[in-house]
């Protein structure tokens, strides 16, 4: 009795996870890089946080192309119905802390940022605290949906040896 989906739905995500993956490794070989480099030519005081920032940077976006990798794993595995089972779980936690230590990354840049560093415009100020309040916000809600995942599991064994 498992739920199947249709699989064009799941090559729809398929497809739009691997161009954020295309997006992201962009970002990590050229965008990124690319504004390191800008942001120390246009403030030589502050260019040795150059590439410390740009590690950061890269490692948040490693983060996400891990988590990005789950998505997909866990997607074939709801394409083969067998989403329901503890294996999911241990993509769902891979999810859970890469969302953590991606927070963890981007509050410790900003709390450098504004409190040691003292640089930045504001709009980068802004964005980095919405991303830590995001971050926040996508792990807590992805360790509700883990603790569905658990009962539906449970749900769904039981369900099973009914029929």
């Known amino acids: 009795m498992s739920q199947r989906f249709h699989p064009a739905t799941i090559a729809v995500l398929k497809a739009l996870l691997a161009l954020l993956f295309a997006g992201a490794l962009a970002s990590q070989i050229w965008v990124l890089p690319t504004l390191a480099a800008?942001?120390?030519?246009?403030?030589?005081?502050?260019?040795?946080?150059?590439i410390p920032y740009l590690v950061v940077c890269i490692v948040v976006v490693l983060g996400f192309e891990t988590a990005l990798a789950s998505v997909w794993r866990l997607l074939s595995m709801t394409a083969g119905g067998q989403v329901f089972s503890g294996r999911a779980l241990r993509w769902v936690d891979l999810?859970?802390?890469?969302?953590?230590?991606?927070?963890?990354?981007?509050?410790?840049?900003?709390?450098?940022?504004?409190?040691?560093?003292?640089?930045?415009?504001?709009?980068?100020?802004?964005?980095?605290?919405?991303?830590?309040?995001?971050?926040?916000?996508?792990?807590?809600?992805m360790l509700v949906m883990r603790g569905l995942l658990v009962v539906a599991t449970g749900q769904h064994d039981e369900l099973e040896a009914v029929i």
Do not use: E, S
């Open 38 to 50: 800008q942001c120390a030519t246009d403030d030589p005081p502050h260019a040795y946080l150059r």
């Open 95 to 141: 999810i859970i802390g890469c969302a953590a230590a991606d927070t963890v990354l981007v509050a410790g840049l900003f709390l450098h940022v504004v409190a040691v560093a003292q640089v930045g415009p504001f709009l980068v100020v802004a964005l980095m605290a919405a991303g830590v309040v995001f971050g926040v916000a996508f792990t807590l809600l």
